[in-house]
Nanobody
C-alpha cells in the first residue's frame, strides 16, 4: 500500500501562491488515481482537484478553477497542487488522497495547513 505524505503548507497573504507536494511513501502512485481535498474549520472535507495518470485527465472543483493546478512527476512518486491567487476562503487543511485502481481502497495523508490572510 502507499502512504501519501504532504508538505508545503503555510501562511500567505491574499493573492499569493503556494505549492503543495504529496510524496509517495512505500511505493509509487502509478496504481492510484490521485486527488487533493481540503477541510476548513467547521466544514466538511471537500474535493479540490484530481489527476488520472492514464490519459493525464485532470479535474478541478469550480471554486478553484483557473487558480489551482494539479500535476505529477513522470516517476509517479510526487503529486503537486499549485495554488495561485489565493483567497481567505482557501484557508483549510489540505489532504492528499490516493485511490487504488480497481479496488475500494483509499489512503489519506496527514494533511498540511494552508492559511490565507486578508
Amino acid at each position: 500500500q502507499v502512504q501519501p505524505v504532504e508538505s508545503g503548507g503555510g501562511l500567505v497573504q491574499t493573492g499569493g501562491s503556494l505549492r503543495l507536494s504529496c510524496a509517495a511513501s512505500g511505493r509509487t502512485f502509478s496504481s492510484y488515481d490521485m486527488a487533493w481535498y481540503r477541510q476548513a474549520p467547521g466544514k466538511e472535507r471537500e474535493f479540490v482537484a484530481a489527476i488520472s495518470w492514464s490519459g493525464g485527465s485532470r479535474y478541478n472543483a469550480d471554486s478553484v478553477k483557473g487558480r489551482f493546478t494539479i500535476s505529477g512527476d513522470n516517476a509517479k512518486t510526487m503529486v503537486y497542487l499549485q495554488m495561485n491567487n489565493l483567497k481567505p476562503e482557501d484557508t483549510a487543511i489540505y489532504y492528499c488522497h490516493a485511490r487504488e485502481l480497481g479496488s475500494a481502497y483509499v489512503y489519506w495523508g496527514q494533511g498540511t495547513q494552508v492559511t490565507v490572510s486578508s
